[in-house]
């Protein structure tokens, strides 16, 4: 199976860390946030497509040395306009008629959700969170399934949150997409195409840590990180 990960950020929340170092190459207990990524994986992945942007370089670089994953490439993002247009960037280079994965590059994800995620031929990690507004938020259907996604709702109480971790099947490209309100093309519309089309299962994470600022990154460094996040190794 063929993995996609999004490490094409700027990671502006993390300065001044990020000015010489890409976000994915920001190191958690001596160990880049790529690594961790990718040694979570299922064994079934066996090809990375990785989208870099800002300093990808450094990304290459590590790729090269990582021993995760037997196969590997970089695709470069030129100008970043959202998530679903670095996802679209990748058409071309996945394997045809199967289903593939995509991640993103700066969150860490438990090893056991992501193989029960490869087991759906769509489907999505979500995490149950207190505070809604500040996440996209999964509504299911009676059966478990994904209905939709809202971003940032404006609700009280537990809901579950997008943790940006997907299995998408090969037909997902046939949606077209539009530019968000904010002007960029989101992977979230590729999601809710998918979800009105067919089934898209629903994986409640067991551990999600997104490391979106300099306080996630430094609670990190204290985590036991190698029983949730060891994959294949």
Sequence with gaps: MDAIILAAGLGTRLRPFTEKTPKPML??????????????????????????????EQVEAYLKTQRHVPSWEVVHQEKPRGTGDALLSCRSRLRPG?????????????????????????????????????????F??????????????????????????YVFPPEV?????????????????YVSATASK?????????????IGDVAAWQAAQEMDLDAVLTGRH
Excluded at 32 to 40: E, N, Q, R, Y
Excluded at 142 to 165: F, H, M, S, Y
């Design 198 to 210: 067919g089934t898209v299962g629903v994986v409640q994470s067991r551990f999600w840590l997104p």
């Design 98 to 138: 199967a289903s593939f994965t995509v991640l993103n590059g700066d969150d860490l994800y438990g090893a056991a959700d992501l193989a029960e995620l490869v087991r759906h031929r769509a489907g999505l990690v979500c995490q149950r969170v207190d505070e809604p507004r500040k996440f996209g938020i999964a």
């Design 173 to 189: 490209f046939e949606t077209e997409l539009t530019l968000s309100p904010r002007g960029e093309y989101e992977i979230t519309q």
């Design 27 to 56: 190191l958690v207990r001596s160990r880049p946030i790529l690594d961790w990524s990718l040694g979570a994986l299922p064994a079934v992945v066996d090809r990375v497509i990785v989208v870099v942007h800002y300093l990808g």
């Design 140 to 165: 299911l259907k009676g059966d478990g399934t994904l209905e939709k996604l809202i971003e940032k709702p404006d609700l009280d109480g537990p809901q579950l949150a997008n943790t940006g971790a």
